[in-house]
Nanobody
Framework: QVQVAESGGGLVQAGGSLRLSCAAS????????MGWFRQAPGKEREFVAA????????YYANSVKGRSTISRGNAENTVHLQMNSLKPEDTAVYYC???????????????????????WGQGTQVTVSS
């Protein structure tokens, strides 16, 4: 069993920045590819960004590309999502997920599908005020 926990959400004004962090733990050995998704009220969960287990590839949704950066942390199976130039439409609950058993993130289509990921966090709220 793998536990995934997010942190770093909060309230920020439009144009501001936030850094979300995520840690996956509970299963010894191995590094996981990890991704971020978000869900706004009344909308379906959507892909935000992902990074391979080695950190050699990253993927971004068009809605955040150029404004966000996903990176691996120093500790094993930790990732960060730096979000800049935030907009009110970025308001959502942000979920981190770990791909433990599934396919490698060899292409955007795989990285962007929720079913690629096996374990999910509880989510962290990001609210951007106008």
């Amino acid at each position: 069993q793998v536990q995934v926990a997010e942190s770093g959400g909060g309230l920020v004004q439009a144009g501001g920045s936030l850094r979300l962090s995520c840690a996956a733990s509970g299963r010894t050995g191995g590094r996981y590819s990890m991704g971020w998704f978000r869900q706004a009220p009344g909308k379906e969960r959507e892909f935000v960004a992902a990074i391979t287990w080695s950190g050699d590839k990253t993927y971004y949704a068009n809605s955040v590309k150029g404004r966000s950066t996903i990176s691996r942390g120093n500790a094993e199976n930790t990732v960060h999502l730096q979000m800049n130039s935030l907009k009110p439409e970025d308001t959502a609950v942000y979920y981190c997920a770990a791909a433990v058993y599934g396919p490698a993130l060899k292409e955007y289509k795989v990285a962007g599908e929720a079913r690629t990921y096996d374990y999910w966090g509880q989510g962290t709220q990001v609210t951007v005020s106008s």
